[in-house]
T-cell receptor, first 114, second 113 residues
């Protein structure tokens, strides 16, 4: 079974600073996708960013970037210029090419301080 | 123009009752899912459907019965509700399976008393 590890249960970050959320994964499959989702206190799950295992470049979406280190099996999320609205729980997830599911990490709670 | 919608958003019921949660997606996706988020916020797949066919039943008690009348709908019926069923249930959809991005509904918060 795929395992996704997020070792930081909670983090504090100052407004306008960058924050890195760690994610490591374990799979022997060569083809897979890595995802980050945001869950604010209102409860919805918001897709943020995707990285394919064969992608040569790290994915970026606005203030979100994914630091993909394939050999280390890590897919860290970087949020730049943090805003108060970034306070939420963030989930790392993975799906293999033949999967019909996402496997999720335990999540990291980010609190942005003014 | 909500992409993935679920009803109801909140569900409070007594132990032993039967309840249903409805999910609809207007994205034209082929694959739909049900996930359960427990009190510790852990998310786990329950069911996956592709083109109305059940693909995954991830060791879910048979009190839970999904039904997909068409590609745009995936409903979840729960019989004989138990206290441990209290959780947030998310419906999601993706164009195809595998590495396709899954888009989630707003969640249904179920509380069994």
């Amino acid at each position: 079974a795929q395992k996704i590890t997020q070792t930081q249960p909670g983090m504090f970050v100052q407004e306008k600073e960058a924050v890195t959320l760690d994610c490591t994964y374990d799979t022997s499959d060569p083809s897979y996708g890595l995802f980050w989702y945001k869950q604010p206190s209102s409860g919805e799950m918001i897709f943020l960013i995707y990285q394919g295992s064969y992608d040569q470049q790290n994915a970026t979406e606005g203030r979100y970037s994914l630091n993909f280190q394939k050999a280390r099996k890590s897919a860290n999320l970087v949020i730049s210029a943090s805003q108060l609205g970034d306070s939420a729980m963030y989930f790392c997830a993975m799906a293999r090419s033949n999967d019909y599911k996402l496997s999720f990490g335990a999540g990291t709670t980010v609190t942005v301080r003014a | 123009d909500t992409a993935v919608s679920q009803t109801p958003k909140y569900l409070v019921t007594q132990m032993g009752n039967d309840k249903s949660i409805k999910c609809e997606q207007n994205l034209g996706h082929d694959t739909m899912y049900w996930y359960k988020q427990d009190s510790k916020k852990f998310l786990k797949i329950m069911f996956s459907y592709n083109n109305k066919e059940l693909i995954i039943n991830e060791t879910v008690p048979n009190r839970f019965s999904p039904k997909s009348p068409d590609k745009a709908h995936l409903n979840l019926h729960i019989n004989s509700l138990e206290l441990g069923d209290s959780a947030v249930y998310f419906c999601a959809s993706s164009l195809l399976a595998g590495e396709e991005t899954q888009y989630f509904g707003p969640g249904t918060r179920l509380l069994v008393l």
